[in-house]
Protein backbone atom coordinates (compact mmCIF):
# COMPACT_ATOMS: atom_id res chain seq x y z
CA UNK A 1 0.00 0.00 0.00
CA UNK A 2 1.48 3.72 -1.09
CA UNK A 3 1.64 6.60 0.92
CA UNK A 4 -1.64 7.86 -0.96
CA UNK A 5 -3.57 5.14 -0.33
CA UNK A 6 -2.65 5.04 3.02
CA UNK A 7 -3.37 8.61 3.60
CA UNK A 8 -6.83 7.88 1.41
CA UNK A 9 -8.08 5.29 3.96
CA UNK A 10 -7.27 7.48 6.93
CA UNK A 11 -9.68 10.58 5.23
CA UNK A 12 -12.20 7.80 4.60
CA UNK A 13 -11.95 6.18 8.19
CA UNK A 14 -12.20 9.69 10.06
CA UNK A 15 -14.65 11.53 7.98
CA UNK A 16 -18.18 11.52 7.21
CA UNK A 17 -19.30 11.21 3.49
CA UNK A 18 -22.29 9.89 1.49
CA UNK A 19 -22.06 7.51 -1.44
CA UNK A 20 -23.65 9.37 -4.56
CA UNK A 21 -25.51 5.63 -5.46
CA UNK A 22 -27.02 3.03 -3.52
CA UNK A 23 -23.83 0.28 -3.03
CA UNK A 24 -24.25 -2.93 -3.76
CA UNK A 25 -24.66 -5.21 -0.55
CA UNK A 26 -22.00 -8.00 -1.88
CA UNK A 27 -19.61 -4.74 -1.12
CA UNK A 28 -20.62 -4.12 2.40
CA UNK A 29 -18.86 -5.21 5.48
CA UNK A 30 -20.83 -7.63 7.78
CA UNK A 31 -19.72 -5.75 10.92
CA UNK A 32 -20.01 -1.95 9.95
CA UNK A 33 -22.31 -2.53 7.14
CA UNK A 34 -20.28 -0.10 5.11
CA UNK A 35 -18.47 -0.41 1.74
CA UNK A 36 -15.30 -2.45 2.61
CA UNK A 37 -11.94 -0.17 3.79
CA UNK A 38 -9.14 -2.28 3.18
CA UNK A 39 -10.59 -5.69 2.77
CA UNK A 40 -9.54 -8.64 3.96
CA UNK A 41 -10.81 -12.30 3.01
CA UNK A 42 -10.73 -14.81 5.78
CA UNK A 43 -9.89 -19.05 5.31
CA UNK A 44 -13.28 -19.28 5.31
CA UNK A 45 -13.87 -16.91 2.48
CA UNK A 46 -15.64 -14.13 4.16
CA UNK A 47 -14.78 -10.68 3.65
CA UNK A 48 -14.19 -7.56 6.46
CA UNK A 49 -12.49 -4.34 6.80
CA UNK A 50 -9.14 -4.77 7.99
CA UNK A 51 -9.91 -3.10 11.17
CA UNK A 52 -13.22 -4.19 12.13
CA UNK A 53 -12.21 -7.54 11.84
CA UNK A 54 -9.36 -7.13 14.03
CA UNK A 55 -11.51 -5.44 16.48
CA UNK A 56 -13.66 -8.71 16.90
CA UNK A 57 -11.10 -10.90 17.60
CA UNK A 58 -9.77 -9.49 20.23
CA UNK A 59 -13.20 -10.07 21.74
CA UNK A 60 -13.58 -13.90 20.09
CA UNK A 61 -11.60 -15.19 17.52
CA UNK A 62 -14.23 -17.13 15.87
CA UNK A 63 -15.80 -15.87 12.23
CA UNK A 64 -18.81 -13.76 12.98
CA UNK A 65 -20.66 -15.24 9.64
CA UNK A 66 -19.85 -18.96 10.02
CA UNK A 67 -17.84 -19.18 13.65
CA UNK A 68 -15.10 -20.89 12.18
CA UNK A 69 -11.92 -20.58 14.20
CA UNK A 70 -9.75 -17.28 12.98
CA UNK A 71 -6.25 -16.32 13.24
CA UNK A 72 -4.77 -13.27 11.99
CA UNK A 73 -2.23 -14.00 10.15
CA UNK A 74 -4.47 -16.21 7.96
CA UNK A 75 -5.86 -13.44 6.45
CA UNK A 76 -5.13 -12.68 2.61
CA UNK A 77 -5.96 -9.91 0.01
CA UNK A 78 -9.05 -9.44 -1.88
CA UNK A 79 -8.76 -9.87 -5.03
CA UNK A 80 -6.97 -6.87 -7.16
CA UNK A 81 -10.97 -6.29 -9.24
CA UNK A 82 -12.88 -6.20 -6.08
CA UNK A 83 -10.45 -3.65 -4.95
CA UNK A 84 -10.95 -1.47 -7.87
CA UNK A 85 -14.87 -1.69 -8.13
CA UNK A 86 -14.45 0.02 -4.43
CA UNK A 87 -12.16 2.30 -5.04
CA UNK A 88 -13.68 3.93 -8.40
CA UNK A 89 -17.23 3.78 -5.83
CA UNK A 90 -18.33 7.67 -6.27
CA UNK A 91 -18.74 9.58 -3.10
CA UNK A 92 -20.22 13.24 -2.50
CA UNK A 93 -17.30 15.62 -0.22
CA UNK A 94 -17.06 15.46 3.59
CA UNK A 95 -18.49 19.54 3.18
CA UNK A 96 -21.98 18.94 1.70
CA UNK A 97 -23.24 20.05 4.21
CA UNK A 98 -21.61 23.43 4.10
CA UNK A 99 -22.44 23.41 0.67
CA UNK A 100 -19.26 21.74 -1.12
CA UNK A 101 -20.99 20.43 -4.44
CA UNK A 102 -17.81 18.17 -5.46
CA UNK A 103 -18.19 14.77 -6.02
CA UNK A 104 -15.18 12.21 -6.84
CA UNK A 105 -14.06 8.79 -6.79
CA UNK A 106 -13.62 7.36 -3.40
CA UNK A 107 -10.19 6.87 -4.38
CA UNK A 108 -8.95 10.75 -4.97
CA UNK A 109 -11.07 12.09 -1.95
CA UNK A 110 -7.08 12.96 -0.52
CA UNK A 111 -6.60 15.36 -3.63
CA UNK A 112 -9.74 17.28 -3.09
CA UNK A 113 -10.31 17.54 0.66
CA UNK A 114 -7.33 19.52 1.70
CA UNK A 115 -8.13 22.17 -0.71
CA UNK A 116 -11.98 22.46 -0.27
CA UNK A 117 -12.90 25.69 -0.19
CA UNK A 118 -15.92 24.64 1.96
CA UNK A 119 -14.01 23.31 5.01
CA UNK A 120 -14.74 25.11 8.70
CA UNK A 121 -11.69 26.21 9.80
CA UNK A 122 -10.79 29.00 12.72
CA UNK A 123 -9.19 31.84 12.57
CA UNK A 124 -5.76 32.34 12.85
CA UNK A 125 -5.40 35.40 14.89
CA UNK A 126 -4.87 34.92 18.33
CA UNK A 127 -7.58 35.15 21.07
CA UNK A 128 -10.23 34.95 17.95
CA UNK A 129 -12.19 31.64 18.20
CA UNK A 130 -14.41 32.46 15.39
CA UNK A 131 -14.90 29.83 12.48
CA UNK A 132 -15.13 30.25 9.56
CA UNK A 133 -15.38 28.76 5.87
CA UNK A 134 -12.14 28.38 3.98
CA UNK A 135 -12.98 31.17 0.86
CA UNK A 136 -13.82 33.48 3.72
CA UNK A 137 -11.22 33.60 5.80
CA UNK A 138 -9.20 35.98 3.94
CA UNK A 139 -11.71 38.76 4.17
CA UNK A 140 -12.36 37.55 8.00
CA UNK A 141 -8.95 38.18 9.17
CA UNK A 142 -8.73 41.53 7.12
CA UNK A 143 -11.65 42.83 9.44
CA UNK A 144 -10.85 41.05 12.72
CA UNK A 145 -11.16 42.40 15.84
CA UNK A 146 -7.83 40.93 16.81
CA UNK A 147 -5.69 41.62 13.85
CA UNK A 148 -2.49 43.51 15.03
CA UNK A 149 -1.73 46.83 13.58
CA UNK A 150 1.01 48.94 13.60
CA UNK A 151 0.93 52.58 14.63
CA UNK A 152 2.47 55.08 12.07
CA UNK A 153 2.91 57.41 14.68
CA UNK A 154 4.92 55.20 17.00
CA UNK A 155 5.07 52.32 15.56
CA UNK A 156 3.71 50.20 18.28
CA UNK A 157 1.36 46.89 17.47
CA UNK A 158 -2.43 46.96 18.45
CA UNK A 159 -5.28 45.45 18.47
CA UNK A 160 -8.09 46.98 16.11
CA UNK A 161 -10.47 46.47 18.43
CA UNK A 162 -8.48 48.95 20.11
CA UNK A 163 -7.45 51.02 17.60
CA UNK A 164 -9.63 54.33 19.40
CA UNK A 165 -8.23 54.06 22.56
CA UNK A 166 -4.36 53.77 21.19
CA UNK A 167 -4.91 57.09 19.14
CA UNK A 168 -6.25 58.55 22.58
CA UNK A 169 -3.35 57.53 24.32
CA UNK A 170 -0.18 58.00 21.46
CA UNK A 171 1.85 60.91 22.34
CA UNK A 172 3.70 60.62 18.81
CA UNK A 173 -0.24 60.82 17.38
CA UNK A 174 -1.15 64.00 19.64
CA UNK A 175 2.22 65.85 18.34
CA UNK A 176 1.49 65.22 14.84
CA UNK A 177 0.32 68.25 12.67
CA UNK A 178 -3.45 68.17 11.95
CA UNK A 179 -2.94 67.00 8.02
CA UNK A 180 -1.13 63.86 9.17
CA UNK A 181 -3.79 63.28 11.67
CA UNK A 182 -6.85 63.50 9.48
CA UNK A 183 -5.72 60.91 6.88
CA UNK A 184 -5.61 58.35 10.07
CA UNK A 185 -8.28 55.97 9.21
CA UNK A 186 -10.95 54.86 11.62
CA UNK A 187 -14.03 53.57 12.55
CA UNK A 188 -17.31 54.93 14.81
CA UNK A 189 -16.48 54.54 18.73
CA UNK A 190 -19.89 52.84 18.77
CA UNK A 191 -18.85 49.78 16.00
CA UNK A 192 -19.61 47.05 18.56
CA UNK A 193 -23.72 48.39 18.75
CA UNK A 194 -24.09 48.38 15.41
CA UNK A 195 -22.67 51.11 14.14
CA UNK A 196 -20.72 50.87 10.06
CA UNK A 197 -19.35 53.87 9.61
CA UNK A 198 -15.83 54.29 8.89
CA UNK A 199 -13.52 57.18 7.25
CA UNK A 200 -11.12 59.65 8.08
CA UNK A 201 -10.30 60.84 11.41
CA UNK A 202 -11.19 64.37 10.55
CA UNK A 203 -14.71 63.53 9.54
CA UNK A 204 -14.69 62.10 13.10
CA UNK A 205 -16.86 64.85 14.39
CA UNK A 206 -19.21 65.80 11.73
CA UNK A 207 -20.38 61.61 11.93
CA UNK A 208 -20.85 61.88 15.64
CA UNK A 209 -23.80 64.70 15.23
CA UNK A 210 -25.41 62.66 12.86
CA UNK A 211 -24.96 58.93 14.09
CA UNK A 212 -27.99 57.36 15.59
CA UNK A 213 -25.96 55.22 18.20
CA UNK A 214 -24.37 58.90 19.58
CA UNK A 215 -27.98 60.17 20.29
CA UNK A 216 -28.23 57.00 22.47
CA UNK A 217 -24.99 57.14 24.10
CA UNK A 218 -26.19 56.80 27.73
CA UNK A 219 -28.69 54.27 27.30
CA UNK A 220 -26.03 52.17 25.51
CA UNK A 221 -23.78 52.87 28.63
CA UNK A 222 -25.97 51.76 30.91
CA UNK A 223 -26.82 49.13 28.75
CA UNK A 224 -23.46 47.83 28.77
CA UNK A 225 -22.80 48.66 32.51
CA UNK A 226 -25.26 46.62 33.01
CA UNK A 227 -24.69 43.74 31.22
CA UNK A 228 -20.99 44.17 32.65
CA UNK A 229 -21.84 43.65 36.01
CA UNK A 230 -24.60 40.81 35.16
CA UNK A 231 -20.90 39.22 33.03
CA UNK A 232 -19.03 39.71 36.43
CA UNK A 233 -21.20 38.19 38.92
CA UNK A 234 -22.54 35.16 36.57
CA UNK A 235 -18.40 35.07 35.80
CA UNK A 236 -18.27 34.58 39.25
CA UNK A 237 -20.69 32.24 40.36
CA UNK A 238 -19.34 30.21 37.34
CA UNK A 239 -15.72 30.13 38.82
CA UNK A 240 -17.14 28.51 41.87
CA UNK A 241 -19.27 25.84 40.10
CA UNK A 242 -16.03 25.21 38.17
CA UNK A 243 -14.30 24.51 41.37
CA UNK A 244 -16.84 22.70 42.91
CA UNK A 245 -16.93 20.31 38.96
CA UNK A 246 -13.21 19.86 39.75
CA UNK A 247 -13.59 18.81 42.78
CA UNK A 248 -16.17 16.41 41.86
CA UNK A 249 -14.28 14.89 39.16
CA UNK A 250 -11.46 14.29 41.26
CA UNK A 251 -13.49 12.18 43.49
CA UNK A 252 -15.03 10.61 40.23
CA UNK A 253 -11.67 9.36 39.33
CA UNK A 254 -10.29 8.22 42.16
CA UNK A 255 -13.95 5.99 42.58
CA UNK A 256 -13.01 4.85 38.93
CA UNK A 257 -9.80 3.52 40.01
CA UNK A 258 -10.90 1.44 42.65
CA UNK A 259 -13.75 0.69 40.32
CA UNK A 260 -11.27 -0.69 37.40
CA UNK A 261 -9.20 -2.53 39.92
CA UNK A 262 -12.49 -4.81 41.86
CA UNK A 263 -14.17 -7.66 40.52
CA UNK A 264 -17.16 -5.71 39.16
CA UNK A 265 -15.08 -4.30 36.21
CA UNK A 266 -13.95 -7.54 35.00
CA UNK A 267 -17.51 -9.34 35.03
CA UNK A 268 -18.34 -5.69 32.82
CA UNK A 269 -15.67 -7.15 31.40
CA UNK A 270 -17.01 -10.31 30.59
CA UNK A 271 -20.44 -8.70 29.77
CA UNK A 272 -18.99 -6.82 27.11
CA UNK A 273 -17.12 -9.89 25.82
CA UNK A 274 -20.45 -11.80 26.02
CA UNK A 275 -22.29 -9.33 23.97
CA UNK A 276 -19.86 -8.84 21.44
CA UNK A 277 -20.12 -12.49 21.05
CA UNK A 278 -24.05 -11.94 20.94
CA UNK A 279 -23.91 -9.59 18.00
CA UNK A 280 -21.33 -12.04 16.37
CA UNK A 281 -24.16 -14.96 16.75
CA UNK A 282 -26.53 -12.54 15.46
CA UNK A 283 -24.48 -12.05 12.18
CA UNK A 284 -24.02 -15.40 11.93
CA UNK A 285 -27.80 -16.37 12.32
CA UNK A 286 -28.73 -13.74 9.63
CA UNK A 287 -25.81 -15.32 7.07
CA UNK A 288 -27.89 -18.51 7.75
CA UNK A 289 -31.30 -17.55 7.42
CA UNK A 290 -30.11 -16.07 3.90
CA UNK A 291 -28.17 -19.32 2.98
CA UNK A 292 -31.48 -21.36 4.09
CA UNK A 293 -33.92 -18.79 2.01
CA UNK A 294 -31.80 -19.68 -0.50
CA UNK A 295 -31.98 -23.38 0.05
CA UNK A 296 -35.43 -23.68 0.42
CA UNK A 297 -36.04 -21.77 -3.04
CA UNK A 298 -33.59 -23.86 -5.03
CA UNK A 299 -35.20 -27.29 -3.21
CA UNK A 300 -39.06 -25.56 -4.14
CA UNK A 301 -38.23 -24.99 -7.57
CA UNK A 302 -36.56 -28.59 -8.16
CA UNK A 303 -39.85 -30.15 -6.43
CA UNK A 304 -42.21 -27.94 -9.15
CA UNK A 305 -39.74 -29.39 -11.73
CA UNK A 306 -40.20 -32.84 -10.78
CA UNK A 307 -44.03 -32.44 -9.81
CA UNK A 308 -44.82 -31.00 -13.38
CA UNK A 309 -42.43 -33.77 -15.31
CA UNK A 310 -44.05 -36.69 -13.00
CA UNK A 311 -47.64 -35.01 -13.74
CA UNK A 312 -46.79 -35.46 -17.73
CA UNK A 313 -45.58 -38.54 -17.29
CA UNK A 314 -48.64 -40.08 -15.80
CA UNK A 315 -50.70 -38.43 -18.38
CA UNK A 316 -48.86 -40.01 -20.77
CA UNK A 317 -48.82 -43.42 -19.27
CA UNK A 318 -52.76 -43.01 -18.81
CA UNK A 319 -53.05 -42.08 -22.26
CA UNK A 320 -51.24 -45.48 -23.06
CA UNK A 321 -53.55 -47.48 -20.20
CA UNK A 322 -56.63 -46.01 -21.86
CA UNK A 323 -55.56 -46.85 -25.35
CA UNK A 324 -54.53 -50.01 -24.32
CA UNK A 325 -58.10 -50.84 -23.03
CA UNK A 326 -59.93 -49.46 -26.15
CA UNK A 327 -57.68 -51.71 -28.27
CA UNK A 328 -58.37 -55.17 -25.79
CA UNK A 329 -61.95 -53.99 -25.90
CA UNK A 330 -62.37 -54.13 -29.73
CA UNK A 331 -60.61 -57.15 -29.88
CA UNK A 332 -63.21 -59.08 -27.20
CA UNK A 333 -66.29 -57.00 -28.90
CA UNK A 334 -64.46 -58.19 -32.25
CA UNK A 335 -64.02 -61.73 -31.44
CA UNK A 336 -67.77 -62.55 -29.31
CA UNK A 337 -69.02 -61.46 -33.17
CA UNK A 338 -67.00 -64.04 -34.37
CA UNK A 339 -67.75 -66.90 -32.28
CA UNK A 340 -71.67 -65.63 -32.47
CA UNK A 341 -71.62 -65.71 -36.17
CA UNK A 342 -70.31 -69.23 -36.01
CA UNK A 343 -72.82 -70.59 -33.64
CA UNK A 344 -75.14 -69.01 -35.65
CA UNK A 345 -74.33 -70.62 -38.61
CA UNK A 346 -76.76 -73.99 -38.82
CA UNK A 347 -78.71 -74.68 -42.05
CA UNK A 348 -80.95 -77.47 -43.33
CA UNK A 349 -81.01 -79.42 -46.68
CA UNK A 350 -84.60 -80.97 -47.88
CA UNK A 351 -84.14 -83.16 -50.79
CA UNK A 352 -83.60 -86.76 -51.81
CA UNK A 353 -80.44 -88.28 -50.49
CA UNK A 354 -78.18 -87.18 -47.92
CA UNK A 355 -77.33 -83.62 -46.71
CA UNK A 356 -74.38 -83.05 -44.42
CA UNK A 357 -73.81 -79.37 -43.08
CA UNK A 358 -71.09 -78.37 -40.50
CA UNK A 359 -71.16 -75.65 -37.90
CA UNK A 360 -68.88 -74.75 -35.17
CA UNK A 361 -72.14 -74.34 -32.99
CA UNK A 362 -73.12 -77.80 -33.54
CA UNK A 363 -74.51 -80.50 -35.86
CA UNK A 364 -77.87 -80.57 -36.75
CA UNK A 365 -80.58 -83.82 -37.92
CA UNK A 366 -83.16 -83.72 -39.32
CA UNK A 367 -85.41 -86.34 -41.67
CA UNK A 368 -87.05 -85.50 -45.49
CA UNK A 369 -90.52 -86.25 -46.12
CA UNK A 370 -89.51 -89.43 -48.69
CA UNK A 371 -86.03 -90.93 -46.35
CA UNK A 372 -85.09 -90.91 -43.27
CA UNK A 373 -81.77 -89.02 -43.39
CA UNK A 374 -79.20 -87.84 -41.30
CA UNK A 375 -78.80 -84.39 -41.98
CA UNK A 376 -76.03 -82.29 -40.74
CA UNK A 377 -75.65 -78.70 -41.45
CA UNK A 378 -73.76 -76.95 -44.12
CA UNK A 379 -71.76 -73.91 -43.57
CA UNK A 380 -74.02 -70.30 -43.11
CA UNK A 381 -72.36 -67.61 -45.84
CA UNK A 382 -71.06 -65.78 -43.06
CA UNK A 383 -68.94 -68.28 -41.38
CA UNK A 384 -67.22 -68.43 -44.71
CA UNK A 385 -65.69 -65.31 -43.85
CA UNK A 386 -62.85 -65.23 -41.91
CA UNK A 387 -62.33 -62.89 -39.22
CA UNK A 388 -58.59 -62.35 -38.24
CA UNK A 389 -58.53 -59.82 -35.28
CA UNK A 390 -55.23 -58.01 -34.44
CA UNK A 391 -52.74 -60.55 -32.72
CA UNK A 392 -52.55 -58.84 -28.55
CA UNK A 393 -51.89 -61.12 -25.83
CA UNK A 394 -55.27 -61.90 -24.19
CA UNK A 395 -57.11 -61.90 -28.11
CA UNK A 396 -54.70 -65.13 -28.60
CA UNK A 397 -54.97 -66.61 -25.08
CA UNK A 398 -58.90 -66.94 -25.29
CA UNK A 399 -58.63 -67.68 -28.80
CA UNK A 400 -56.58 -70.85 -27.77
CA UNK A 401 -58.63 -71.47 -24.26
CA UNK A 402 -62.22 -72.01 -26.74
CA UNK A 403 -60.64 -73.78 -29.64
CA UNK A 404 -59.37 -76.14 -27.01
CA UNK A 405 -62.49 -76.70 -25.27
CA UNK A 406 -64.38 -77.18 -28.89
CA UNK A 407 -62.02 -80.32 -29.46
CA UNK A 408 -62.29 -81.98 -26.64
CA UNK A 409 -65.69 -82.09 -26.36
CA UNK A 410 -65.90 -82.70 -29.75
CA UNK A 411 -63.69 -86.22 -29.39
CA UNK A 412 -65.25 -87.20 -26.77
CA UNK A 413 -68.73 -86.79 -27.79
CA UNK A 414 -70.06 -89.54 -29.66
CA UNK A 415 -73.03 -89.58 -31.67
CA UNK A 416 -75.21 -92.56 -33.20
CA UNK A 417 -77.58 -92.60 -36.07
CA UNK A 418 -80.36 -94.97 -37.50
CA UNK A 419 -79.31 -94.06 -41.42
CA UNK A 420 -77.85 -97.21 -42.62
CA UNK A 421 -75.90 -94.88 -43.81
CA UNK A 422 -73.89 -93.48 -40.80
CA UNK A 423 -69.82 -94.07 -42.02
CA UNK A 424 -71.15 -92.25 -45.72
CA UNK A 425 -71.88 -89.43 -43.98
CA UNK A 426 -68.75 -89.38 -41.54
CA UNK A 427 -66.81 -89.36 -44.75
CA UNK A 428 -69.09 -86.62 -46.10
CA UNK A 429 -68.53 -83.96 -43.50
CA UNK A 430 -67.13 -80.51 -43.83
CA UNK A 431 -64.04 -79.30 -42.43
CA UNK A 432 -63.88 -75.93 -41.17
CA UNK A 433 -61.07 -73.67 -42.00
CA UNK A 434 -58.09 -73.08 -39.74
CA UNK A 435 -58.19 -70.47 -36.69
CA UNK A 436 -54.41 -69.69 -35.66
CA UNK A 437 -53.63 -73.66 -36.37
CA UNK A 438 -56.27 -74.54 -34.46
CA UNK A 439 -58.58 -77.18 -36.54
CA UNK A 440 -62.05 -78.13 -35.62
CA UNK A 441 -63.12 -81.37 -36.89
CA UNK A 442 -67.09 -81.54 -35.61
CA UNK A 443 -68.54 -85.02 -35.73
CA UNK A 444 -71.79 -85.70 -36.98
CA UNK A 445 -74.25 -85.54 -33.36
CA UNK A 446 -76.96 -83.97 -31.49
CA UNK A 447 -76.46 -80.85 -29.23
CA UNK A 448 -76.80 -81.84 -25.82
CA UNK A 449 -77.23 -79.32 -22.71
CA UNK A 450 -73.18 -80.25 -21.98
CA UNK A 451 -71.62 -79.14 -24.64
CA UNK A 452 -72.90 -75.53 -24.64
CA UNK A 453 -72.60 -75.83 -20.99
CA UNK A 454 -68.99 -76.02 -21.16
CA UNK A 455 -68.69 -73.36 -23.83
CA UNK A 456 -70.54 -70.71 -21.70
CA UNK A 457 -68.46 -71.73 -19.22
CA UNK A 458 -65.11 -71.05 -20.72
CA UNK A 459 -66.64 -67.88 -22.63
CA UNK A 460 -67.31 -66.51 -18.84
CA UNK A 461 -64.11 -67.37 -17.44
CA UNK A 462 -62.47 -65.40 -20.92
CA UNK A 463 -64.60 -62.63 -19.60
CA UNK A 464 -63.19 -62.19 -16.65
CA UNK A 465 -59.75 -62.91 -17.74
CA UNK A 466 -60.17 -59.84 -20.48
CA UNK A 467 -61.98 -57.17 -17.55
CA UNK A 468 -58.51 -58.11 -15.38
Not at 279 to 287: A, H, S, T, W
Request: proline share 3%.
Amino acid sequence: MDEHELNNNILLKSLNFEYVKPVNANLLCPICRLPLLNPVVTPCGHTFCKECILESLKVSDKCPCDRKELKENEFNKVDRLIHNILNELEICCPNKINGCPARCQRQFLYQHYPECEYELVECLHNDCSKIVLKKDLKDHMDACDYKEIECEFCHKNYLQKDKMDHISNCKEFAAASPSEKGEVIISCKYKDYGCPWEDKLENLREHEKECLYHQFKGFFENIYLKNQKQLETENSELKKKVYQLTDEISLLKAELDKYKSSEVASQQQAIHESMMELKNDVIGLKYDMQSTYLNLNELEMRYMRTAMEEKVRMEEELESLRNSFQSIQFQFLSFMKFIKENNNGVGVGVGVGVGVGVGVGGVGVGNSSNHTNQITSSHDEKSKKTFIPPPTYNSSKLIQSVSSSYNASNNNTKTTSNHPNNSNTKDALVKTSDFYNFNFNPRSRQRSHSDTDGSSKMIRKERRFSKI
